[in-house]
Structures are given as structure tokens and as C-alpha cells.
């Protein structure tokens, strides 16, 4: 009996992704739990394991191939001796979706109002049949009217990839027909090279390419936007003194040296914060229309530059870990940011973020929020500086930090004591002992 | 002292500004409205619920003089045009004391005057009331909301004197039914007066310019009416025009050009209905970005006028002309006034139209030639009340449905209806069309036995060839 293995949904939010590498290839036999091909999706990549045990018949989808819809089939498992179908197997038995691996887990209750409710079971048993337009959107239901479906469906449009402007964001008529007349529904066209005009010739130049974007890159981008178009942001900047910090780090490494220990200053601020986030819950908040969400658990996002681009793994419960642990925790979730292997549950949720660019020399910057977290700290490089002490003018080691802020949860006045309390952390470090 | 300065101030309180104010209100607006006349409006004063009051009384007189079709017995039937107007006038107080109610209800300040525009200060709008002894209010208020409504519009030459040709107001209020009643205008106007005053026994001539009565419907709806009129006794002038009206001590002679010929029709009285005109004047628009275009202003999708912090709504921002699309319309401009995101226009095609006749007439949406029009293939169904269980029981089979459906997607693009209490079922049809719904959601839809409604179910069935009953 041959089985379809589909496209994996790998988060809530995943609508399609992109099959990166397949570890086999037709032919190969396969048993439950092996790894058979590799899928990046909206952040990450993941690997996926086979359910079933068989050979694989056919790959139905190639290596490289983006926007591939979840739940359509990507390849075909056979038993040994079967003959292999040419195309999908019939849809009569429910065919199995390989299970990613790890399973996406909810997240910690006190965020859950921000975040899309998981789907109990794995994703839909079946491949949605083609001419079906609403597909489901991460196992849900969505939300048309039934000409909206109609047309969409005559028209080839996926209802999954389109905005609804309805009630409660039903899609109706005129979604779709403004989907259809923007195409913005439909698989980008092909890069067309633009002509270039003769007289360029008078000025060789390089070739203009046309780079397509990655999974990671558009996500970056509408949330990016969607931060700076809808997040009302505030700017606060403070220059905080680091020599007493310093000296505590050298302290703590020189203590840890034999455990191995290296503490950053980074670590350092990142403990800062939240301890200072613990003292104010209302910075460690989000909004939404109808109430403020004060998270119950410190958790704190840090922005890791990888060659994929941004993303931004989380030190969990980070007031309750020791420096030494954040640290080590910190080494971590950092390597496997860039090597694209973080697990869902590491980089989704948080409810502040830290971006520090002081090892590029940046001294003072302005973060984008990174929603629906109300605040972020942006951490410019500690440098010696003049400064005026008692009249007199000496030398300190200083680090300017800006937070930007959400301000329909957090006022000037609130993000200016908050950042009241980091200074007390940073320049007294000993305080995050107490 | 009493307050002056508000968040919105509505000038006019028909059905679109009374209805603005309150949602205004809901959200939290410090709101006033400012009245002329009577709280309501034309609508609850003179226009809709006070003629209905007239056709019940019309409709009732009429099943009394039919009584024994239905096995009873009525003798000396007969009526008096006072008690019936009174009748008609006590309804219309007992909802103006209603809307009095939910203006305190609803914490809302009601000043009695002429409102209008009178320039900018501080960043608010300054409104100028006057009442009736030229007494003057000096009001702000950060938004203001035009909903002043319309009058009746009148041909040069045949204004309405108020004794022998009559507007709509003096008709609502006969001291008698005249014997001979000349109709201009077969509009929902002209048509619900032609009946009324038919059913009371008034030789009635009905004069329309276009080629066909209730030229707004359908023209399968427009037949049947016609047909079902002159069943009753009323005279129906097609592509005719009233040149010229001579007034006479009791009676009004006019001179009616049809196919070239002109005759002359000699009647007790005339009732004017030929369209409406909004009231724009004396409201302080000149010198304001308001424009004024063939007697309504200029609004864009959310009644924004263009003159900052300045909202029109209703009759005065032109057709249709009903007071269900004035109230939707102030719902909207006081929820964009308030930044209520996901909002939508009003979708005009999905604004029911009623006429109260005898049959009633209503719909919604595309007429099938507009359907063509526009460019659909459509599918058309029809359905007559003839096959319908519950109005034969009535006693009321005369009667049509029709639905027009686009034949590639399945969208109801219209509705149709003549016939007993269509207008109470044509909401059925602008839900299905505010939903979006197809021909297969109408069809898997059960419609109860025995009603009246059943009759929509099978006229959908028809468009598709799946008809039951016929």
C-alpha cells in the first residue's frame, strides 16, 4: 500500500516552506525515525523523520524547491516488491504525515493570548485535494465566505495566503478579487531580467541580480514592517557606567576559569534585565486590543545575527538563572541560531528583547520592537569617555543604551524607570545578586 | 449653564441622525443633536411609520369588505378619514416620545432650532442654533455630523399649494378622501398613496414619465404590479408627462401628454411625488469645502464631506433615498469618526428597497438587466405565491419571486419580490447577500412549512432548474 508522506506543518504559523535537502533518495529504504529530508521553514530548518518503514517510490518534490504547501505530498513510501504509482497515492486511506521532529509545543500559558493556538492533533490526516481552496491554515479552519471560496477556488487561489478584511477577518468577494487582480495570492512569477538600456553600456558595470528571498528574509521583513506600521515606538537613551561591571565580569571569569565559565558582558546585561523586568512587570508586557498581557515568567529574546539573518532565541526564566547559567545557555542557543537548528520552542515567545551591537563598534542605536513585545534594549559598544564626575572631568568606561518601547503599554515615564532600575543592576552588579 | 462643547454634534434627527448620535454615544462621545421640527425626523413624523399606520387602516378596510370570501360576515363597513389619520398621527407621537426617551437614555443633549456651520475655533467646529424666537446657541464641537434629510421636489409651475395638489405631508394628513386623485411620480412615494387612497375608494390616475411603474424594480416586478394596480381599479399612464395643472375652486385640471397626444383629466385632488431634493440650504456650507451636487452633498465612502471634521449622512448625500442606508451611513461616519478600525462602506446593491402597496413590492440587489448589464451571465428563477401553501390560506396568492444568481460563481446578485408581507422577507435575501452566500447555502438552507418564505427557497430552486412546486 503506498503511503504519502506530506509537508510537515513545523509551527502554527507555517503555511509552506522549503525543501532544503532530502537525506534519500528513491529507492532507499527507510524505517520509522530516520531522518529523511531536511525543511526550512519560517525561521529555522528542521529535520524530518519518516512515521512508516518502506522504500521510497518517489520523490514527488525536488531539493531545493520553495513554497511548498503544507500538507501537499512530497514523496512516496512503498512497501518492498510494490509496484511504485506515478503520482500521489489515492486519497481513500488517509495518508501519514511524517512527524516533525520535535513536535511544536505550546507556549508557556502566560503568553498564550499572543500567540496562535496550536493544533491538538498533528496536522490534517490528509492532503487537502487540489481543487479545495480553503485549505487549512495551520490545521484551522479559515474563515470565507462561500462566494470568497467559490471564486477563490475558480480562480486557483489559495484562501490560506490571503488577508481577510471581513468581520472578525473573514475573507470575502473583494479579498479575493483584489488577491487575483495583485496576484499577490499566486507563486511569485519568475525573475524576468530587466533590459538594460544601451547607453548603461558607457559605464560597465556588474550584473544586476535578482536574489530570491529566503523564508527567513520575508519574515523578517513583514514583521519588521508590521513593528514600524503599527507599533506606536518610543525611544529612551541612557548612558550607563560599566567600569564596576567590568571588574565583576573579570572577577567572575576569573573564579570560573576552571569550570570553564566565560561570562560576556552581554550575559551580564542580559541578567541585568531581567532582574530590572522582574521589579517592572509592565515593561514585560504586550498589547492587544482588548487587554494588557503582563507575562508571569521573565523571558528574554536576544537578537543573534546569523548568515540567514536575524533571529532571536530565548534565555527562558533568565531573573531565576545564575550569569553562569545564561552564559552557558547563551553559548548555545547562539551556535545552533547559526547553524539554523534552533527548536521552535527556543526562538518563539519572549517577552523583551536585547540587541547588542557594541562588538561592531556601533555606540548608540535604535532597535525595532520585535512584537507583540512591548519593548527592546538596544546595547551600544562600552567605551572610555570623559565624563564629568563631582566637577571634575575623568575617565569612565561607558555604554550607551536605548530602549525602544511600545508606547500604547509603556509610557515615557514607566520606560524611564525601568531603565532607572537596569542602571542600578548595571553599574551595581552585585545588586543581581540579591 | 448648560453645556456647549462636544465631541460630535448631529444636525438633524431622522432615522440617520437620531441613530448616529447614539452609536456616538456608545462609544463614548460627548453628543448632541440639533432639531428643527420633531425628534425622528421626516421618517417617524411624516414619512415612513405614519403612512404605514394609514396602509394597516387601508389593508384592514379592505379584508372587512372581503370578509365573506373568508366565511364572515361584516355589515355596514365603512370608515372616517379622521379617526384613521388620527390614528396614523398618535403612532408617530408615541415613537417621537420614544426617540425623546433614548436621546436621555443615551445621555445625549437635544437642542430645539435650525443648526448650521458657523466657522472654526480652537480647532473645533462652531454650530449656530436658532429656535423658533430667533433665540441663539452658540455650540462647539470637535466633529459634526449633516443629517438633514430631504423634501419633496416640485416641478415649476405645479408647486403644491397644500389644498388642491398636496406633497406627501398634506397627503398623509386628508381632512377626507377625495373622490378623483390625480398621482405624479409612480416612485415608492406616488405608488404607496395611489393605493391607499385607492383602497378608500378614490378614482386614482397615476402619471409616470418613464415606461413603467416602480421604474427602480425589476420589469418582471414592474408587470406584475402594473397588472395587479389595474385589477384594482387604478389607472397606470405610462411615458406620460403632466404639462400643465389648472386649479379650479374644489378640483385641479391637468393637461397629460402621452404618445404625442395631450388630454385633459379633471380630479379632486393631486399629490406631487416626483423625487426629492436634500435640504442644503442654511446650513453654512459657503465658504466650506462641502460641495454640493444637484441639490445633495458630496460625501466619500465613510460621509467624510471633505470640509475638515464635517460628516453627511442620509437623504441629504442623495439616493436611495432611505432612512435604513441614513441610519448605516451614521454608523459609519461616527465609527470612523472614532478610528474604529476594519470598517467597511456600505455596499449600496445591498440595501433593501420596500414599497407598501397593495401587493407589496421588495428587493434587493441587481434587477437581471442591470445583472446584464454589468456583464453577468446570470440565472434567473421565478417563483409565483400561486404555488405556495400559506398564501393561498391567506388568501393572498397574487404574487411573484425572483432571483437573479451569476451563473460562473453562484452570487445572489438580486432579489426580487411582489406580493403579501414581502417586505418582512427581503431581509432573508440581504443577509444571504451580506454573507456572501452561493445558490448551494440558499438551497441547503430549510425554510419552515407553511410560510410565506418558502416561496424564496423555490425561486432559488428554480434559477437552477430544481423547482418543486411549479
Known sequence: MAINILMPALSPTMTEGKLAKWHVKEGDKVSSGQVICEIETDKATMEVEAVDEGIVGRILVAEGTEAVKVNAPIAILVEEGEAVPAGPAPQATPAQPPAAAPPPTPPASAQAPVAAPVPSAAPAAKPAPPKAAPAARDGQRIFASPLAKRIAAEAGLDLARIDGSGPHGRIVKADVEAARKGGTARAAPPAAPGERPAAAAAFPAGETRKIPHTSVRKVIARRMLESKQQVPHIYLTVDYEIDALLAARQAINAVGEKSKIKVSVNDMVIKACAQALRDHPDVNASWTETDMIQYGTVDVSVAVATDRGLITPIVRNADLKGIGRIASEMKDLAARAREGKLKLEEFQGGGFTISNMGMYGIKDFAAVINPPQAAILAVGAGEQRVVVRDGQMVIRTIMSCTLSADHRVVDGAVGAQFLQTLRGYIEQPAAMLL | ?470
Open chain 2, 1 to 470: 449653564m448648560a453645556e456647549t462643547s462636544f465631541d460630535l454634534i448631529v444636525i438633524g434627527t431622522g432615522p440617520g441622525g437620531y441613530v448616529a448620535a447614539i452609536r456616538a454615544a456608545q462609544l463614548g462621545m460627548k453628543t448632541a443633536v440639533v432639531e428643527r421640527d420633531h425628534l425622528g425626523g421626516i421618517c417617524l413624523n411624516w414619512g415612513c411609520i405614519p403612512t404605514k399606520a394609514l396602509l394597516r387602516s387601508a389593508e384592514v378596510f379592505h379584508l372587512m369588505k372581503h370578509a365573506d370570501s373568508f366565511g364572515l360576515s361584516a355589515k355596514d363597513v365603512g370608515f372616517d378619514a379622521k379617526k384613521v389619520v388620527e390614528r396614523s398621527r398618535k403612532v408617530a407621537g408615541q415613537l417621537n416620545a420614544g426617540v425623546k426617551h433614548l436621546m436621555r437614555k443615551n445621555k445625549i443633549t437635544v437642542f430645539e432650532g435650525a443648526g448650521r456651520l458657523d466657522g472654526v475655533a480652537g480647532g473645533l467646529r462652531k454650530v449656530a442654533v436658532t429656535d423658533k424666537d430667533k433665540k441663539a446657541t452658540a455650540l462647539t464641537a470637535k466633529n459634526v455630523i449633516l443629517a438633514t434629510g430631504a423634501r419633496a421636489r416640485e416641478l415649476p409651475g405645479m408647486e403644491a399649494d397644500g389644498k388642491l395638489v398636496w406633497t406627501y405631508k398634506e397627503a398623509m394628513v386628508p381632512p377626507s378622501i377625495p373622490k378623483s386623485l390625480l398621482v405624479i411620480g409612480s416612485g415608492a412615494i406616488g405608488i404607496e398613496f395611489a393605493s391607499f387612497f385607492r383602497t378608500f375608494g378614490s378614482e386614482v390616475t397615476v402619471v409616470e414619465v418613464l415606461d413603467r411603474i416602480l421604474p427602480v424594480e425589476d420589469e418582471d416586478i414592474s408587470a406584475f404590479a402594473r397588472k395587479a394596480f389595474e385589477k384594482q381599479g387604478m389607472k397606470l399612464m405610462t411615458s406620460a408627462t403632466v404639462k400643465a395643472l389648472k386649479k379650479g375652486t374644489n378640483s385641479v385640471t391637468a393637461a397629460i401628454e402621452a404618445g404625442g397626444k395631450t388630454q385633459e383629466l379633471t380630479v379632486e385632488r393631486v399629490i406631487s411625488a416626483v423625487g426629492i431634493v436634500g435640504n442644503v440650504e442654511n446650513l453654512g456650507l459657503e465658504g466650506t469645502k462641502v460641495k454640493v451636487e444637484r441639490s445633495h452633498v458630496v460625501i466619500d465612502q465613510w460621509g467624510f464631506t471633505g470640509e475638515p471634521n464635517v460628516y453627511a449622512i442620509g437623504d441629504l448625500c442623495g439616493p436611495p433615498w432611505l432612512a435604513h442606508k441614513a441610519s448605516h451611513e451614521g454608523v459609519i461616519a461616527v465609527e470612523h469618526i472614532a478610528g474604529l478600525k476594519n470598517l467597511h462602506p456600505l455596499d449600496v446593491s445591498n440595501v433593501p428597497g420596500c414599497t407598501y402597496c397593495t401587493p407589496q413590492v421588495a428587493s434587493v440587489g441587481l434587477t437581471e438587466k442591470a445583472a446584464k448589464e454589468k456583464g453577468h451571465q446570470v440565472k434567473v428563477g421565478r417563483f409565483p405565491f400561486i404555488g405556495n401553501g400559506k398564501a393561498i390560506a391567506l388568501g393572498e396568492p397574487d404574487g411573484l419571486v425572483k432571483t437573479v444568481f451569476d451563473a460562473r460563481t453562484g452570487e445572489l446578485l438580486g432579489a426580487h419580490m411582489i406580493g403579501p408581507e414581502v417586505t418582512e422577507l427581503i431581509q432573508g435575501y440581504g443577509i444571504a447577500r451580506t454573507l456572501e452566500t452561493t445558490e448551494a447555502e440558499l438551497m441547503h438552507a430549510v425554510f419552515p412549512h407553511p410560510t410565506l418564505s418558502e416561496a424564496m427557497h423555490e425561486a432559488v430552486l428554480d434559477a437552477y432548474g430544481r423547482v418543486i412546486h411549479i
